[in-house]
């Protein structure tokens, strides 16, 4: 599959008052037309500034791209003039955040904000945008939309709220749509209904999505391929199969084995022991060493390379190298159906 988003090297810092924090460290990423790719870890793995950073949406002066590549549509989105990038946000990659509310503007009329695009962007007119706001209210279940459109976002639920944020990303059609935890401020039988709404709207329109994520049910249900991020870097990629039934990664267990599953014998969630590392002092080697029940010397010492498992599976663990010892993951119980 051709790819539409291309991530090279990326490396992306934080100046700070305690110093330089390096958020990311060496991203490399690929997302292929029409794929679901989830990037999942703990809050600081990276995931969220990486999504931001394709956006060029990070906090300035304090952030800043230190090195790398983001390939786009022929261009390299890190060499971009701010108002290059305005041409492209919104209409060819646009974004969804976690809080509905804070994406939209309380003093206009949510029908105003979808035409805003679209007046902008495809250069319609007044009654036309008008028109498409309402095709796109309604695309996205929201009852009655020639009368809703005139309204305000305090008249709309939380659930209802997101509908409208995702008419917004997708009202110019765009080729990618990043999604940073997109249901995570709604209750659950609302975030179901979110995320059939979206996987719907892909089927339609054909985007390709970036779904970051901490939750791997949402993951289950979403994606095609997944990111394990931590510590800045991806440590394991791999089909939703390859991460969810055949993971290699220590910090791929961990997480799985933090999950709630349907047919566990028990309650209990293991959450992994200890805290993420502080990338303002990087470690030398992986990044997980602390954490790791596996850890060896090597491991403290030196960044593992990746192992490639299968053709899309990768995998960055000194427990790959034919030196090491074998250990066994721990029983895995994956969600039913993952990925399917
Ligand atoms: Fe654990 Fe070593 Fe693998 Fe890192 S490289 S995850 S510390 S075994």
Not at 2 to 12: C, G, M
Not at 110 to 135: D, F, T, V, Y
Not at 205 to 232: F, K, P
């Amino acid at each position: 599959m051709e790819n539409i988003l291309e991530i090279k090297d990326l490396h992306v810092s934080f100046d700070t008052y305690g110093g330089e924090v390096q958020a990311v460290r060496g991203v490399n990423l690929e997302l292929k037309k029409g794929e679901t790719l989830a990037i999942v870890g703990e809050s600081g793995s990276g995931k969220s500034v990486t999504s931001k950073t394709i956006m060029r949406l990070l906090p300035k002066p304090a952030a800043r791209i230190k090195s790398g590549e983001i390939w786009f549509n022929g261009k390299d989105l890190t060499k971009l003039s701010e108002k290059e990038m305005q041409k492209i946000r919104g209409s060819e990659i646009s974004m969804i955040f976690q809080d509905p509310m804070t994406s939209l503007n309380p003093t206009m009329s949510i029908g105003k904000q979808i035409m805003e695009g679209l007046r902008k962007h495809q250069k319609l007119g007044k009654q036309e945008a008008l028109q498409r706001a309402i095709e796109l209210l309604d695309l996205v279940g929201i009852p009655n939309p020639e009368a809703r459109v005139k309204q305000y976002p305090h008249q709309f639920s939380g659930g209802m709220r997101q509908r409208v944020v995702i008419a917004i990303a997708l009202a110019c059609n765009p080729k990618v749509l990043i999604a940073d935890e997109p249901t995570t401020a709604l209750d659950v039988t609302i975030q179901a209904q979110i995320l059939d709404l979206m996987k719907d709207l892909q089927n339609k329109m054909q985007t390709s999505i970036i779904l970051i994520t901490h939750d791997l049910g949402v993951v289950a249900n979403m994606a095609q391929r997944v990111a394990v991020m931590y510590g800045g870097k991806i440590v394991e990629t791999g089909t939703v199969d390859e991460i969810f039934y055949r993971p290699k990664h220590p910090y791929t267990w961990g997480l799985l084995s933090s999950m709630p599953r349907l047919h566990s014998k028990t309650d209990e969630l293991l959450a992994i022991p200890g805290t993420p590392p502080d990338l303002s002092n990087p470690p030398k080697g992986c990044p997980f060493a602390p954490r790791c029940p596996h850890a060896m010397k090597v491991c403290v010492e030196y960044m593992p390379d990746y192992t490639t498992l299968s053709e899309t599976q990768k995998t960055a663990c000194w427990l790959l190298d034919e030196r090491a010892p074998k250990v066994e993951p721990p029983e895995i119980i994956a969600v039913g159906g993952a990925g399917k």
